[in-house]
């Protein structure tokens, strides 16, 4: 069964880089079939999609976040990541990473999620 | 591009049904037929329930449908159960440009 985990700093101060793992087990990044993604929510609000890519590093990005935002994957680790830079308090949110099906275009499954407080 | 839009929340009690709405465009919902539904228990994953506007992934009840008509899209559940309360997220692909778009969540209450 493939489960996803997101892992990175809990806290991240005003104007640095905010930067998270995604470690893809019990099925390989490498398949055809999948994108991978990141997802957030702020606290009370909804969800927003951030990005996703495909393993060969094709990428997709939200036109709002397209400037901050940089996901790459290393296939050799399984593992996708997100870096956005210059945060501020309004970045503040739990960030999701799952995979997403590209036949039928949606997300499944999901990690568990992480928070991320940026504050001084 | 804009978050599409659901009623905050909405509410039957056990054995009823509850239809959520989301409305969007022509550039997203109703250019498209990929819209999904996702169930958020806080503090745990998200979970699709519905995708390509009415199809289940295997293991999800047959008591959730979705449908959709011009630009608005529909999750119904029929037969409530304490578990399906629960916030609600609809999305929709949107075009390459920005590729995909998720809806202002519902909350659903089994009173």
């Known amino acids: 069964q493939l489960q996803l985990q997101e892992s990175g700093p809990g806290l991240v101060k005003p104007s640095e880089t905010l930067s998270l793992t995604c470690t893809v087990s019990g099925g390989s990044i490498s398949s055809s079939s999948y994108y991978w993604g990141w997802i957030r929510q702020p606290p009370g609000k909804g969800l927003e999609w951030i990005g996703s890519?495909?393993?060969?590093?094709?990428?997709y990005y939200n036109p709002s976040l397209k400037s901050r935002v940089t996901i790459s994957v290393d296939t050799s680790k399984n593992q996708f990541f997100l870096n956005l830079s210059s945060v501020t308090a309004a970045d503040t949110a739990v960030y999701y990473c799952?995979?997403?099906?590209?036949?039928?275009?949606?997300?499944?499954?999901w990690g568990q999620g992480t928070l991320v407080t940026v504050s001084s | 591009q804009s978050a599409l839009t659901q009623p905050p929340s909405a509410s039957g009690s056990p054995g009823q049904s509850v239809t959520i709405s989301c409305t969007g465009t022509s550039s997203d919902v109703g250019g498209y037929n990929y819209v999904s539904w996702y169930q958020y228990h806080p503090g745990k994953a998200p979970k699709v329930m519905i995708y390509e506007v009415s199809k289940r992934p295997s293991g999800v009840p047959d008591r959730f449908s979705g449908s959709k008509s011009g630009n608005t899209a529909s999750l119904t559940v029929s037969g409530l159960q304490a578990e399906d309360e629960a916030d609600y997220y609809c999305s929709s692909y949107a075009g390459s440009n920005n590729p995909y778009v998720f809806g202002t969540g519902t909350k659903v209450t089994v009173l």
């Open positions: 799952a995979r997403f099906r590209i036949v039928g275009m949606h997300f499944d499954p």
């Open positions: 890519i495909y393993y060969s590093g094709s990428t």
